[in-house]
């Protein structure tokens, strides 16, 4: 018997209100991501793959359809609840890195932890464990705009993985770097999944998503 | 991290920013704690002056303020009744009228000039020598200057002092009587620019020539301290039912809601429009701020940050914006005060201890409370905007930017 999905989305359907009516972002798609499981999407722009990624991390809620995340109904759950399962279960890679400019990458790493109210102690090791995972122990007091652009999204890594997420959800993490940042940063996420954290990637780049485990194409809203 | 600790850390990520809120916050709020200074501040001055006279019941003859009203008929008579009262400790009639004083080139200075049954000391401090003793020669007429007289005369204890009453009809015609200081004094009511005489009653009545005998504009009135004013109030009523009698808080109650509700009504208008203006200028630097920073806010919900921490994280920052300028406008507004106040009693006429602006502890509690209370209602619209913001529109959004 096959372990339990991490997220299992069931004919998810998004319909954006807009002035000229109503847009369908995603309609009637079905997705399971398995435990330490590789999936890229790709696909054109505009296709849904945000949409689809903003769903499956609980950020956005379907106009029909179910999601459930560690055996978990999302539609059912509070505004605050929902906040608390992305805290603890989902990690988030976006492709402008977003840290927060104030904040070193030892306190951008530290941040989701302290918010979980994980104890000094264990948050002090986690953070330093998870800056020497990323190559970064050496730039820890420095502020993301003292960093480049690889160094931001190796330190956004960190932070996704701050909370041993069972799901870490990437959009387009290579599209703001180079080919060469871009490579080490497609490494650093190997690296993520094959330590057993499952990983969906929304990516144009067909090198990365030619790392998954499994790719999916999306076209006008649906799976192809 | 904690909300205030995110707070501190975004506006010291913008100092600019920052120091410009806190220093506009800081001149608002050295304005309204001005307001809130001038509020009170002529009524507990007044009461300070008050007090210090050493009385704390006045019998008039009728409403009219005290001096300004007709005079009390057989003033002595009942001020020896009213001192039988078990409630009264003393009961000394007060005569005024102005006089001119003769220095010693000839020429002459109109003078405020009192008559007091007082021999006690109440009603004046002594500055130099002593008060309205009786004098060892019966024919001299005692009298205690105020310093100002005494260094335009320059008068000491024992010196001579030529008075000519201008009493009633007889203004013109009365001789000067010569009188001998015996004291140099402060008289609570003294204006800054006022010269002041006072005798005894029968002094008075020699200067002003006999003229009308047993009046008095007003009766000061000290109550004994286990009785208290009011009921020292009600038992002079008792013996005197046509006659105007009040207690300081009632004076100072009527004050208020005449003379100084001026005053009261120019502060409570100008307290709310500086609390306007702060409102407003934190809503703005915040509004500014969290639409500088839709992303990074959209992420931490993203991360899971709830709702609340958000818009708790806001209310901090509006707090230590304006904390730190409500602090700044305390030192600012005093400084503000004493300017302001300096002007103001530079109006002729008014007593020199008088001010406008005063401070009281409760100025301070209020302006703080004011001060927290426009953070939190400045950081509501943010705040709102903040609850609402669309996590994943806004990240598609930044990134489409």
């Given at each position: ?35 330490s ?124 993985l701050?909370?041993?997420p069972s799901?870490v ?23 993520v999944n094959?330590d057993g954290t499952a990983l ?25 | ?401």
């Open positions: 018997m096959s372990a339990p999905p991490v997220v299992e989305a069931r004919d998810l359907t998004k319909v954006f209100p807009m002035p000229a009516g109503p847009v369908t972002a995603l309609g009637g798609v079905s997705l399971r991501i398995d435990p499981e590789y999936v890229a999407i790709s696909g054109p722009s505009g296709c849904g793959k945000s949409t689809l990624l903003h769903l499956l991390g609980c950020v956005e809620t379907p106009t029909s359809g179910s999601i459930a995340l560690d055996g978990r109904q999302v539609a059912s759950l509070s505004d605050a609840e929902r906040s608390r399962l992305r805290l603890a279960r989902i990690g988030f890679v976006f492709q402008r890195f977003f840290l927060l400019p104030m904040l070193t990458a030892w306190e951008n790493v530290e941040l989701p932890q302290s918010e979980l109210r994980i104890p000094k102690a264990k948050r002090r090791e986690r953070t330093r464990e998870l800056l020497a995972y990323v190559g970064l122990e050496s730039r820890a007091d420095h502020r993301p705009s003292q960093l480049s652009g690889g160094e931001m999204q190796r330190v956004a890594i960190a932070r996704a701050a909370n041993r799901l959800l990437a959009d387009e993490p290579t599209g703001e770097l180079d080919e060469a940042t871009g490579t080490q940063i497609a490494d650093l996420l190997d690296r094959a969906v990637v929304v990516t144009h780049n067909a090198a990365l998503a030619a790392r998954a485990g499994r790719r999916i194409a999306m076209t006008s809203g649906r799976l192809a | 991290m904690s909300p205030a600790g995110l707070a501190w850390r975004g506006l010291v990520r913008q100092p600019a920013r920052a120091a410009l809120g806190v220093a506009g916050i800081a001149v608002v709020g050295a304005l309204l704690f001005d307001m809130l200074l001038l509020s009170r501040g002529l009524v507990v001055s007044f009461r300070d002056i008050l007090e210090g006279a050493g009385f704390d019941v006045r019998v008039t003859a009728t409403d009219a303020p005290p001096l300004l009203g007709p005079p009390l008929r057989d003033a002595e008579t009942l001020a020896e009744t009213v001192r039988a009262l078990p409630e009264v400790r003393d009961a000394v009639p007060l005569r005024s009228g102005k006089a001119e004083a003769t220095a010693a080139d000839g020429s002459t200075l109109p003078i405020y000039f009192f008559g007091t049954g007082s021999r006690s000391g109440h009603g004046w401090t002594a500055i130099e020598g002593s008060g309205l003793t009786p004098s060892a020669d019966a024919g001299t007429v005692p009298v205690v200057v105020n310093r100002r007289l005494a260094s335009r005369l320059s008068l000491t204890p024992g010196s001579k002092l030529r008075l000519r009453g201008a009493c009633g009809s007889q203004a013109t015609a009365l001789p000067p009587v010569e009188m001998k200081v015996q004291g140099i004094v402060a008289f609570p009511f003294d204006s800054s620019a006022g010269l002041t005489a006072m005798t005894t009653l029968p002094g008075f009545l020699r200067v002003c020539a006999n003229e009308s005998p047993g009046l008095a504009e007003l009766l000061l009135v000290a109550s004994k301290p286990e009785a208290g004013a009011d009921a020292a109030v009600a038992a002079i009523r008792r013996v005197a039912p046509g006659l105007h009698v009040f207690s300081n808080e009632q004076l100072l109650d009527r004050l208020q809601r005449t003379d100084f509700s001026y005053f009261r009504q120019i502060s409570f208008v100008l307290s709310a429009i500086t609390i306007f203006f702060a409102f407003l200028l934190v809503t703005t630097l915040l509004t500014v701020s969290v639409n500088q920073r839709l992303g990074e806010l959209a992420v931490l919900r993203a991360l899971g940050f709830r709702r609340w921490r958000i818009v708790s994280g806001l209310l901090c920052e509006s707090l230590l914006l304006v904390g730190a300028g409500g602090l700044l406008a305390l030192p600012g507004g005093a400084l503000l005060a004493l300017w302001l106040d300096r002007i103001l009693r530079t109006m002729p006429d008014l007593p020199e201890r008088l001010h406008f602006f005063v401070f009281e502890p409760r100025a301070v509690l209020l302006h703080v409370a004011i001060i927290a209370l426009t953070a939190l209602l400045a950081a509501a619209y943010p705040a709102v905007l903040v609850a609402r913001l669309p996590i994943a529109a806004t990240l598609r959004r930044e990134v489409v930017s």
